[in-house]
């Protein structure tokens, strides 16, 4: 063997590979060496984050030069391999390459297991709650009052408020105050002995029980007098919504209410929610599935080869719909829901239309690679009788696909579910515009009651469609 090949390999890995002629393997060589040099300089790249605020060293250390080192055995055994092809072993590189990539995925990651096991009050706080799912309640009979606060004052306001409703009648020594200032309450009408829980209402609507101030694990209640009183004292939480000028004042409530147990169960109000959420979740999932499977059927006739590779004019459609529809296919569904939400607004049609706009592109894949594999022999005989391009599709193909049609319509509306399922954190309805609501106030057992609700809807769906697959198979 030339001394050059060798000595190429030397000078740049991979290129003795492509003078003797192996062009795969030598760039192949040349590319993971690249990808190898290129990630360490990655690595070595300064962070602006403080060790404090990031424990794990992750770009900036010089440690991390010390990987160098496989590179180099790579560049060497890169030059073995040149000198005496088929000899030296493969698993060498791919090794020194894996341990590598591991190591610094690791850091990539943030791996640290000691932050978790540092937490465990945090997750247990957590834990805790999502153990005691909130979807029924003992039955029981609700009274409430509430009164207005602003939050933060305006230029001026009265000196106290009271509002009445039904039997019970609140009094607060402010109308308003900012977040932070203590105001006094007194209500009478109350029912005595029954307790009595403190809930603020944000200027959006959204309801969340006031805590115990020296223990944020417990909710804050309150006890009556025996004639029905209750003087207390509270601080006003920070209840303005991101986005919001926090000077600009807000109109928020504060609400008293009691619950006298009166035997039996009931669906609780966050139960209720969760039904009207699984319902948009599986209505929503049911409408795109169907407008998808509408849209991804011309679509996939376009984007089959051997249907549309007669001539260049139908070869040029049928490159720019499969082009279109692998592009869409790539974009996950929450993201083109996070459009349609900003087109559209909040609500279940944006979240439709995003499973929907998915639904065809995946369909349209999934239909067309269908179309490919069928036999040829019915095109054949059909176009040899003289028939056009719709009557071919018409007794040459549909026949063959419309099984595989089906069961690949009825997985997809399983998958739809799912994505159902999350599409409303972003605005788009369904149960995940309620789950993330319960999220963002820490009302856990809210949570637990909806993941629960998830998956038994999710579980359910799998079963009922595996077996019509097994059906239509």
Known sequence: ????????????????????????????????????????????????????TRPIPLKGDPANLYWLVVP????????????RPNVAP????????????????WQVAEINPPVLASNIDRVMLIVRPMLRPDFIQPRAEEREGWVEIIVPCPTEAPAAADSSTGEITLTVDATCGAVGETLTVAAAGLTPDVPVELVWQSPIGDFFVLREADDPTRFRS?????????????????AIPPGVDPTMPQEQRLYLRQSRPLGGWELSTNGGFILQGIYETIALALMATTLGTLGAFPFSFLAARNLMGGNAFTLVVYVVVRT???????????IIAIVFVVIIGLGPFAGMMAVTVHTIAALGKLFSEVIEGIDPGPIEAIRATGANWLQIVRYGVLPQVVPAFTAFTIYRWEINVRASTIIGVVGGGGIGFFLIQ???????????AAFLAILVVVQIMDFV?????????
């Open 1 to 52: 063997m030339p001394v050059t090949i060798p000595l190429a390999s030397l000078i740049l890995p991979g290129l003795g590979q492509l003078l003797s002629g192996r062009r795969a393997r030598g760039l192949s060589i040349l590319g993971l060496t690249l990808t190898l040099l290129g990630l360490i300089w990655w690595s070595l790249t300064p962070q602006d984050l403080s060790p404090e």
């Open 72 to 83: 180099v055995l790579i560049w060497a055994w890169n030059v073995w391999d040149a000198a």
């Open 90 to 105: 493969g698993w060498i590189p791919a090794l020194l390459s894996t341990t590598m990539f591991f190591v610094i995925g």
């Open 222 to 238: 309150e006890q009556p007098d025996a004639q029905g009183g209750l003087t207390t004292a509270l601080v006003i939480p920070n």
């Open 324 to 334: 279109i529809l692998n592009i869409v296919r790539s974009i996950e569904s929450l």
């Open 438 to 448: 319960w999220i963002n106030l820490s009302d856990y057992r809210a949570v637990s």
């Open 465 to 473: 469609s595996a077996r019509l697959r097994e059906r239509l198979a």
